[in-house]
């Protein structure tokens, strides 16, 4: 970068020679916009930190916004061409963008990442209804909440009435996606349950 003398020496069979100078300018031209790799567009989380992840050209740092505010400090690019840092999210809609910049100047904004934070827990299940089947079966029925994003229901069982789900025993082991469940409790006796929902932003219910 910056400005050069190119000399040209030009000679004939005889010797006879002609020099010709260029005064050439190198500028240093602004880097392309970067591409963000994670976290991917369009997922709702209640995780409240994502790791952004990007590529950008090589000698440059980067700088990252959300929802066109500043978020955090500059970062170098490392020699691979690859960015990451943690971003901390606001609650509801973020859209995540990264510049890099140079000695020239500045790069265009990246195209936007789109992450959603949702904390909110969920309305709990209504309805809930147990009744004994053939072969020591129990069968629980619930409804789902009004106005509810289910992703499924975790349902737990202990042998005497709770509200704190982290005293009883959780039933199933992938999340149930209908509304309703068979279990056969390990022996006779009176048992309690209670189904909790997880929205898609992974919250549960109390």
Do not use: C
């Not at 995780?47 to 978020?71: C, F, H, P, S």
């Not at 691979?80 to 859209?95: I, S, V």
């Not at 309305?123 to 009744?131: E, I, L, M, N």
């Not at 789902?144 to 737990?156: F, I, Q, R, S």
Request: proline share 5%.
């Amino acid at each position: 970068e910056g400005t050069h003398l190119l000399t040209i020496n030009a000679y004939d069979t005889l010797d006879n020679y002609k020099r010709v100078n260029f005064v050439i300018n190198v500028v240093l031209a602004r880097p392309e916009a970067p591409v963000i790799n994670e976290p991917e567009d369009g997922i709702v989380t209640n995780k409240r930190q994502v790791i952004v992840i990007g590529q950008a050209a090589k000698n440059t740092y980067i700088e990252i916004y959300n929802n066109d505010l500043i978020a955090g400090n500059f970062m170098d690019v490392d020699g691979q061409g690859y960015f990451r840092t943690p971003l901390t999210l606001n609650e509801g809609q973020n859209r995540i963008q990264a510049t890099a910049s140079n000695q020239a100047g500045e790069s265009l904004r990246s195209p936007a990442v789109t992450v959603t934070l949702d904390t909110r827990l969920p309305d709990v299940p209504g309805a809930v209804s147990a009744k004994a089947q053939a072969g020591g079966v129990i069968r629980i029925d619930w409804q789902k909440p009004m106005d509810a994003t289910a992703y499924g229901y975790n349902l737990y069982r202990y042998t005497t009435a709770f509200s704190d789900v982290l005293k009883a025993e959780k039933v199933n082991i992938n999340a149930i996606r209908v509304n309703r469940f068979d279990d056969v409790p390990p022996q006779d006796g009176t048992w309690y349950y209670r189904v909790t929902l997880v929205d898609t932003a992974g919250n549960e219910s109390e």
